[in-house]
């Protein structure tokens, strides 16, 4: 089943205290991206990579790192996490560029 | 800065006709616009994209109009149904590969 699995689904953590949330898909796509949803804000993309080792930055990339090491996998990655993080996030995928992309289910985390 | 905005935040349908859901967006330089439907606890879905050298596009009982001389999208359900209920965002390609969301239009159908 074509799909973008997302890890963990919930998590709650402490002011600096360094995670990562992984993406993966099985669907050979070139783009991935990371967005945030937030209420009354939408979707905000964080960052996208356009392909192996090619990342970018989106329009809310400050606090995030990502890294695209292998096709399948682009893992989020907040170094010190703090309140204002506090949000649900999506991967998505696609061919190419940004058309028809396939999301996950979303990662709802909370720092405090 | 560019944005893409809708204009009513919710939208009360009664089952069996016809919504229609509009966005603005402010990115003359956009080249591809996007539809997604959001059911409660899930990701985004893909329901129809046009390209900016289209003004319509059709897929199965939904409909995209793309009006560039005001900067205005819609999204066109036909008879719809209680599984139509959910946010619908409208979203956009402005720059190079970036994709800009709008903040959604709730969907509500009404037995």
């Known amino acids: 089943e074509a799909q973008v699995t997302q890890n963990p689904r919930y998590l709650i953590t402490v002011t600096g205290k360094k995670l990562t949330v992984t993406c993966s898909q099985n669907m050979n796509h070139e783009y991935m991206s990371w967005y945030r949803q937030d209420p009354g804000l939408g979707l905000r993309q964080i960052y996208y990579s356009m392909n192996v080792e090619v990342t970018d930055k989106g329009d809310v990339p400050e606090g995030y790192k990502v890294s695209r090491k292998e096709k399948r996998n682009f893992p989020l990655i907040l170094e010190s996490p703090s309140p204002n993080q506090t949000s649900l996030y999506f991967c998505?995928?696609?061919?190419?560029?940004?058309?028809?992309?396939?999301f996950g289910q979303g990662t709802r985390l909370t720092v405090v | 800065g560019e944005s893409v905005g809708l204009h009513l935040p919710t939208l009360s349908v009664q089952e069996g006709d016809n919504s229609i859901i509009n966005c603005a967006y402010s990115?003359?330089?956009?080249?591809?616009f996007i539809w997604y439907k959001q059911e409660s606890g899930k990701g985004p879905q893909f329901i129809i994209d046009?390209?900016?050298?289209?003004d319509k596009r059709q897929g199965q009982r939904v409909t995209v109009l793309l009006n560039k001389t005001v900067k205005h999208l819609s999204l066109q359900i036909a008879a719809t149904q209680p599984g139509d209920s959910a946010v619908y965002f409208c979203?956009?390609?402005?720059?190079?590969?970036?994709?800009?969301f709008g903040t959604g239009t709730k969907l509500q159908v009404i037995p």
């Open positions: 998505a995928s696609s061919f190419g560029d940004p058309t028809e992309a396939f």
């Open positions: 046009i390209r900016s050298n289209m």
């Open positions: 979203a956009d390609r402005g720059g190079y590969q970036k994709v800009t």
């Open positions: 990115n003359s330089a956009s080249d591809y």
